[in-house]
């Protein structure tokens, strides 16, 4: 398999993210940039409240991703785009099937339930996924229904949906006048199946997605996605409670937020800390109780969910936010991390703090073969030159001397050549006319005077010779290698 690229952008209340990885033959991931713009108002609570505003930091992002030397000059055709916000949420589904006879359940009668269930939902909200909940074949509870027997099959579904006007938006980005495809992602699911481990799953767990204007609870039991809930509220409304009751700005409240903030009471060494604290301590306690009553009300105790709570995003980044949430729910709580076997390379990058993008990433690797950039071009190739250009160049010495020209050439070996007695006509110029006024009035024309008296003495013994070799050859085999004259 050759190599893949793919590109990913996640847009969120505090900014929006952009990745661009490779996928290679084995399935690693090497990240090859990640390019990050904070926005304020824009977005809030993961909806795109101002489209062309946010068009502008997507076409800034996807521009500087193209610029990279690893992916320049090729173009970005198709993105993965997460899909979250506050309106996202799951909803139970129910679907059954009876046959008249037994018959094998395959996972066509699946897919068959799925539709049933999808076109039996009562909502408003756009429905993104049905992820199977519950099976039950003649009234007997089944966990891998596929290949069971049975006559009545009844199926449970956890629909995923979320508010149209959100997917909405995100099509209405414009990417400067071209089309580039998008492929969108749920990202609370993508997530889990990233930070969580299998046995998580199965025993049961609760993924809390703590951003910046809102919550996601994702609950995973029996290896089986139970719920998905979202919370308005997110680690800016400690923000704004510093900025209203310290009257700061909010760019100075974020910063005494990650300095001094402490979601539980800490020794401060100022008054003015002391305050701040307070503050966050209030709305950090606030926030982890209406979490706790999400999983209650989804039916789940602490001791239902034996393996804890996982928290991600960068509310839970708050210090000592991890302690509060452990000491008021009772239960284990643990940072999510990326596990060390994924191949994740790329040294230029934080896991922690782009958690999202690469639980988007891998998901595009493994679920997914949508190629994001146009094809690499062919090398250009050098025209080769033409015949008689070619023939000029291979004698530069003589260019010079006979204007471009090819000077001419014998070749002695077919000087030697007996057959071919016209070689020298061909090859070179026939002797030109001797002038007269040069030589001996005695020559005519062609510079031979056959009535001169030493030419007549040559003649006649040339004439001698021939004679008495025509008369009698044998006789003359001794002279042959003898000069005639």
């Given amino acids: ?127 993104l996924d049905m992820v199977p909940h519950l099976f039950f074949v003649d009234k007997s509870e089944v966990k891998n229904v596929v290949g069971t027997i049975g006559s009545y099959i009844r199926a449970e579904f956890s629909a995923i949906v979320i508010s149209p006007s959100i997917r909405n938006n995100l099509d209405r980005i414009k990417f400067d006048g071209r089309t580039i495809e998008r492929h969108y992602v749920v990202r609370p699911t993508a997530l889990a199946d990233l930070v969580l481990t299998a046995s998580e799953k199965q025993l049961g767990c609760a993924l ?116 509060l949430m452990e000491a008021q729910s009772k239960m284990p709580v643990r940072m999510a991390a990326i596990d060390s076997s994924l191949q994740f390379k790329g040294n230029d990058f934080d896991r922690n703090t782009n958690i999202d993008l690469l639980a988007i990433a891998k998901y595009a690797a493994e679920k997914s073969t949508a190629e994001c950039l146009t094809p690499a071009p062919e090398p250009v190739k050098e025209p080769e030159p033409e015949p008689e250009q070619q023939a000029a160049d291979s004698y530069p010495e003589s260019n010079a001397r006979y204007g471009g020209r090819r000077p001419y050439t014998v070749d002695d070996d077919r000087l030697l050549d007996d057959d071919d007695d016209d070689y020298m006509k061909r090859t070179t110029k026939s002797p030109g006319r001797v002038r007269p006024d040069r030589f001996n009035s005695d020559f005519d024309d062609d510079g031979f005077d056959e009535q001169s008296s030493d030419n007549k003495s040559i003649i006649s013994r040339i004439k001698s010779g021939l004679a008495k070799f025509w008369a009698d050859p044998k006789d003359n085999d001794d002279d042959m290698d003898e000069p005639t004259i």
């Fill in 1 to 127: 398999m050759d190599t893949r690229y793919i590109v990913v952008l996640e847009i969120g209340s505090s900014n929006i993210k952009g990745l661009a990885a490779a996928v290679g033959e084995l399935g690693e991931i090497n990240i090859i940039a990640i390019e990050e713009i904070r926005v304020t108002n824009c977005v809030r609570y993961g909806k795109i409240q101002n489209v062309q505003e946010v068009s502008a930091h997507v076409n800034d992002i996807i521009r500087k991703l193209e610029n990279n030397p690893l992916i320049s000059p090729r173009k970005i055709t198709d993105i993965y785009v997460a899909l979250g916000g506050r309106s996202l949420s799951t909803v139970t589904a129910q679907a059954q099937a009876k046959f008249p006879n037994a018959v094998e359940i395959t996972p066509e009668t699946i897919d068959r339930l799925k539709r049933d269930a999808s076109f039996g939902l009562v909502t408003d909200k756009l429905n």
């Fill in 208 to 323: 809390v997605d703590f951003g910046a204007e809102t919550t996601t609870i994702t609950i995973y039991k029996g290896d089986v996605l139970q719920t998905i809930v979202t919370l308005p509220m997110g680690s800016r409304n400690i923000t704004r409670d510093l900025m209203v009751g310290l009257s700061m700005t909010e760019d100075s409240a974020e910063i005494a937020k990650a300095r001094t903030g402490s979601a539980i009471p800490v020794d401060a060494t100022t008054s003015s800390d002391l305050e701040i604290n307070n503050y966050i301590v209030a709305r950090a306690g606030e926030i982890v109780a209406n979490i706790l009553h999400q999983i209650e009300a989804a039916g789940f105790k602490p001791q239902s969910l034996p393996a804890g709570i996982i928290l991600t995003g960068g509310g839970s980044r708050l210090r000592n936010f991890d302690r």
